[in-house]
């Protein structure tokens, strides 16, 4: 019998405080034959998946072991350890690939970057859509050319993977675009961007577009860290490569952390963060000054949703410290301070936008998953605080040394997973009910956690597990 864990809802009174933030070489895969799976799953859905084709499952997910160079896999619909895989490198971090097939394995001081195949996929095959499921399994295909991959950006079913070079070595910087189809299909050259200099930077993937930054010579860089740029490029993608079309004239001195949404792409700055807005093939580019709130600290992530007319930005300092979290809306060009900020001795571990983007959560290092709302009120869209589920009864004390709590979201319906190093175990978190409605025992401290498999309409849901 499953476990559950009791919700404590916290007041929304609480007294405002700042938090801490923070190859190419031709390979082959060889791939069991899929395996088509009736719908056998009963989750009292709304989704219509009895047609034969398509699979009603709560997916899988992948978790990297904070002992061990190890990926275990679970089936999320029985909690069932499908298989566990050792990986090519000690240090490692774990994210999925932009359609969610794959397990994303890089490890930035190896110059590596692996796949391991979840085993759920769709396939649009005109007349219908098809769903397949198998076992996990490993993929031959490896990404090595690249030095220091770094900030991987899923979007829109592109991954853009920027290497940041490295200037002991005389390693350039560049990019790499990739599908899932490209891992299916183990494609040995990629799309992509090779700089002349190396340089920490992000790169945003937008279909035939991809904004990628421009690290200026020294004596020119409005940075102040010159290994970080302070412009942006678009580049289009035409026959088979991307060229460089225009570069955003306004600067963006200290560049880090990126996002999008359907019509704008924000990059953070030191001196607040640059909105560039398509219009068909060509980009308009302005700056929203930071505001008082943010004083000398730096907006250096930046989290959006498709569906989500505001960002979510965090300023901090280098390094950690104090932090302060603004909203961005780039079609009115306002920043403002979130009303709600995190309880004393509590910083941020992990911040994402829920799979509809109706929720914006945060998990801190006391064990709460702090769950927001948008509300228009004005015309204007604010978030508030709904709830808090307190996912962990164990002494926060005791977290294992260099690890922390994890979280990743679903893409088939409103839910967090949320992993405890202490307990060992990663607990369900209905995000609508603001429950946790299962348990997930495991017999090795997680590192890191995300989800796998088919990614559904998560609107107007009343999932009932």
Same mark, same amino acid.
């Given at each position: 019998?499953?476990?559950?864990?009791q919700?404590?809802?916290i007041?929304?009174? !609480?007294?405002?405080?700042?938090?801490?933030?923070?190859?190419?070489?031709?390979?082959?895969? =060889?791939?069991?034959?899929?395996?088509?799976?009736?719908?056998?799953?009963?989750?009292?859905?709304?989704?219509?998946?009895?047609?034969?084709?398509?699979?009603?499952?709560?997916?899988?997910?992948? $978790?990297?072991?904070?002992?061990?160079?190890?990926?275990?896999?679970?089936?999320?619909?029985?909690?069932?350890?499908?298989?566990?895989f050792?990986?090519?490198?000690d240090?490692?971090?774990?994210?999925?690939?932009?359609?969610?097939?794959?397990? =994303? !394995?890089?490890?930035?001081?190896q110059?590596y970057?692996?796949? !391991?195949?979840?085993?759920?996929?769709?396939?649009d095959?005109?007349?219908h859509l098809?769903? &397949?499921?198998?076992?996990?399994?490993?993929s031959?295909?490896?990404l090595?050319?690249?030095?220091?991959?770094?900030?991987l950006?899923?979007?829109d079913?592109?991954?853009?993977?920027f290497?940041?070079?490295?200037?002991?070595?005389?390693?350039?910087?560049?990019?790499?675009v990739?599908?899932?189809?490209?891992i299916?299909?183990?494609?040995?050259?990629?799309?992509?961007?090779?700089?002349?200099?190396?340089?920490?930077?992000?790169?945003e993937?937008?279909?035939?577009?991809?904004?990628?930054?421009?690290?200026?010579?020294?004596?020119?860089?409005?940075?102040?860290?010159?290994?970080?740029?302070?412009?942006?490029?678009?580049?289009?993608?035409?026959?088979?490569?991307?060229?460089?079309e225009?570069?955003?004239? =306004?600067?963006?001195?200290?560049?880090?952390g990126?996002?999008q949404?359907h019509?704008?792409? =924000?990059?953070?700055?030191?001196?607040?963060v640059l909105?560039?807005?398509?219009?068909?093939?060509?980009?308009?580019?302005?700056?929203?000054?930071?505001?008082?709130?943010?004083?000398?600290?730096?907006?250096?992530?930046? &989290?959006?949703?498709?569906?989500?007319?505001?960002? !979510?930005?965090?300023?901090?300092?280098?390094?950690g410290?104090?932090?302060?979290? $603004?909203t961005?809306n780039?079609?009115?060009?306002q920043?403002?301070?979130?009303?709600w900020?995190?309880?004393?001795?509590?910083?941020?571990?992990?911040?994402?936008f829920?799979a509809?983007?109706?929720?914006?959560?945060?998990?801190?290092?006391?064990?709460?998953?702090?769950v927001?709302?948008?509300?228009?009120?004005?015309?204007?869209?604010?978030?508030e605080?709904?709830?808090?589920?307190?996912?962990?009864?164990a002494? $926060?004390?005791?977290?294992?040394?260099?690890?922390?709590?994890?979280?990743t979201?679903?893409?088939?319906?409103?839910?967090? &997973?949320?992993?405890?190093?202490?307990?060992?175990?990663i607990?369900?978190?209905?995000?609508?009910?603001l429950?946790?409605?299962?348990?997930?025992?495991?017999?090795?401290?997680?590192?890191?956690?995300?989800?796998?498999?088919?990614?559904?309409?998560?609107?107007?849901?009343?999932?009932?597990?």
């Amino acid at each position: 019998m499953k476990k559950l864990y009791q919700l404590k809802l916290i007041a929304l009174a !609480i007294s405002a405080t700042f938090i801490t933030a923070c190859g190419d070489a031709e390979t082959n895969i =060889v791939e069991k034959d899929p395996i088509v799976v009736e719908d056998e799953h009963n989750h009292d859905d709304d989704h219509d998946h009895d047609d034969g084709y398509t699979i009603d499952s709560l997916g899988r997910l992948a $978790v990297l072991a904070g002992d061990s160079n190890e990926a275990s896999f679970f089936d999320l619909d029985n909690n069932e350890l499908l298989d566990t895989f050792t990986l090519t490198n000690d240090s490692n971090t774990l994210s999925s690939s932009p359609d969610f097939r794959y397990a =994303v !394995i890089a490890s930035r001081t190896q110059d590596y970057l692996g796949f !391991i195949d979840g085993g759920l996929w769709r396939e649009d095959h005109g007349e219908h859509l098809h769903d &397949y499921e198998q076992r996990p399994a490993a993929s031959s295909y490896e990404l090595t050319s690249g030095s220091r991959p770094t900030h991987l950006i899923t979007h829109d079913g592109q991954l853009a993977i920027f290497y940041d070079g490295d200037a002991e070595t005389g390693t350039i910087a560049s990019v790499e675009v990739l599908t899932d189809n490209d891992i299916t299909s183990a494609t040995a050259s990629l799309p992509g961007i090779s700089y002349d200099i190396n340089m920490h930077g992000v790169a945003e993937p937008r279909g035939e577009h991809l904004l990628s930054t421009i690290r200026r010579d020294d004596s020119e860089s409005t940075s102040v860290a010159k290994v970080l740029p302070d412009q942006v490029g678009v580049y289009h993608f035409h026959d088979g490569e991307y060229e460089l079309e225009q570069t955003l004239e =306004v600067t963006c001195p200290d560049l880090h952390g990126a996002a999008q949404n359907h019509d704008y792409v =924000v990059f953070g700055c030191s001196d607040g963060v640059l909105l560039a807005h398509q219009h068909d093939d060509e980009y308009e580019a302005e700056k929203i000054a930071n505001i008082a709130a943010v004083g000398d600290l730096r907006i250096g992530s930046i &989290y959006g949703h498709e569906d989500s007319e505001t960002f !979510i930005g965090v300023a901090s300092g280098h390094g950690g410290g104090e932090a302060v979290i $603004v909203t961005i809306n780039p079609a009115t060009a306002q920043m403002e301070e979130l009303e709600w900020q995190l309880a004393d001795g509590a910083s941020a571990v992990s911040y994402s936008f829920s799979a509809s983007g109706e929720h914006f959560l945060i998990l801190d290092s006391l064990g709460f998953l702090n769950v927001l709302t948008g509300h228009k009120h004005d015309g204007e869209m604010h978030w508030e605080l709904a709830g808090q589920v307190d996912i962990t009864q164990a002494d $926060v004390t005791t977290m294992p040394e260099g690890m922390s709590f994890s979280m990743t979201v679903a893409q088939s319906g409103q839910f967090a &997973y949320i992993a405890d190093p202490i307990t060992q175990h990663i607990v369900q978190v209905h995000l609508e009910d603001l429950e946790i409605e299962s348990e997930l025992e495991l017999t090795f401290p997680p590192a890191s956690i995300t989800w796998l498999g088919i990614a559904q309409e998560t609107e107007d849901e009343d999932h009932d597990h």
